[in-house]
């Protein structure tokens, strides 16, 4: 059954399918990515990109904060880079003795956590209560941070040197890990001509505002999950806890996470229900990150992206 109550509008449709296309201007030959970043920022999730430098991670984060007009900031992670210097600090006025608390770049709507796994560990820490409860605490005060708000966090999943593992708690914070890769000939070729004198992102259309968007993530918690649906779920998920190699398997976050992100995929594509498709297509990227294998399947060779395949072609389709 549908929500007779939601009514997703083709204007509505069309301007997250224009926003789309704004940032495919920029990021070429990446419709996939694209889409699912979105899917993300409607179902109020976090991304994880992972890849090489130079395949464009700061201008795809860039270009969405163009074209939803939403407030940006930048971090690049350091080991030398403290929990204050990206939430914020209680600052000593030596005139009368006061405290002012000075906002750190976490107070956005868009915060890019760029090569995340250079900072140290507590660092990393500082993000976590931020992407959970979008509020941080600073000497035992609480502050609210932005709606919307989302982290996209880049790493380097090739050099090692000098950078500190994302833990297994950390990674469960992220709704997706995305990678993009390389663009085909064909697309970097119009790479070239495109930026021979001028940078498309500065042409990137504001299609939506900060201030609708949470309008629209609301909606998105209004999309049908039928029990068959649902159950299909938890028996995707379920298994990822039984299956032989897998040493720790998805927690229920990341049935949250999977739940939430079919119901923004259905949203985006116009659709007051999800569909098992919606559930197939988007297992592999909420559930590979979260995945720990053990020594025996590590050492020969399997990798948890086999394990979700498998699970996702042995498990039967509900109707």
Not at 23 to 35: A, D, F, L, P
Not at 46 to 64: F, S
Not at 246 to 262: D, Q
Request: charged share 20%; hydrophobic share 40%; proline share 6%.
């Amino acid at each position: 059954m549908t929500n007779p109550t939601l009514d997703i509008s083709s204007d509505t449709t069309d301007k997250l399918h224009a926003v789309k296309s704004w940032i495919e201007t920029v990021i070429r030959g990446k419709s996939e990515v694209v889409s699912k970043l979105l899917i993300c920022l409607l179902a109020k999730g976090h991304v994880l990109l992972e890849d090489v430098p130079g395949v464009g991670k700061t201008t795809l984060a860039h270009a969405l904060s163009a074209a939803l007009d939403l407030r940006f900031s930048r971090i690049q992670f350091t080991p030398d880079l403290l929990p204050q210097d990206l939430l914020g600090a209680n600052v000593l006025n030596p005139r009368d003795g006061s405290f002012t608390f000075h906002k750190g770049p976490v107070f956005t709507h868009l915060l890019l956590a760029d090569e995340i796994n250079r900072a140290s560990p507590r660092t990393q820490s500082a993000l976590l209560e931020a992407m959970n409860e979008q509020q941080v605490t600073i000497d035992g005060e609480t502050f609210p941070l932005s709606s919307p708000f989302m982290v996209i966090a880049t790493e380097n999943p090739v050099e090692f040197q000098g950078t500190y593992p994302l833990p297994e708690a950390q990674l469960d914070r992220f709704m997706m890990r995305l990678s993009m890769g390389y663009p085909s000939p064909d697309e970097e070729l119009l790479m070239l001509k495109e930026r021979r004198a001028d940078d498309p992102l500065r042409h990137v259309h504001k299609v939506l505002s900060a201030k609708e968007l949470p309008a629209l993530q609301q909606k998105v918690c209004e999309v049908t999950v039928s029990e068959d649906v649902a159950k299909y779920m938890l028996r995707l998920v379920g298994r990822t806890r039984r299956e032989s190699g897998v040493e720790i398997g998805a927690s229920p976050r990341a049935s949250l996470a999977l739940y939430h992100a079919a119901q923004a995929q259905a949203f985006f594509l116009g659709r007051t229900y999800v569909s098992p498709k919606d559930v197939q297509e988007l297992f592999a990227d909420c559930m590979t990150h979260r995945l720990v294998l053990n020594s025996a399947a590590r050492y020969g060779g399997m990798s948890a992206a086999h394990i979700i395949n498998t699970i996702v072609a042995e498990e039967p389709v509900p109707a």
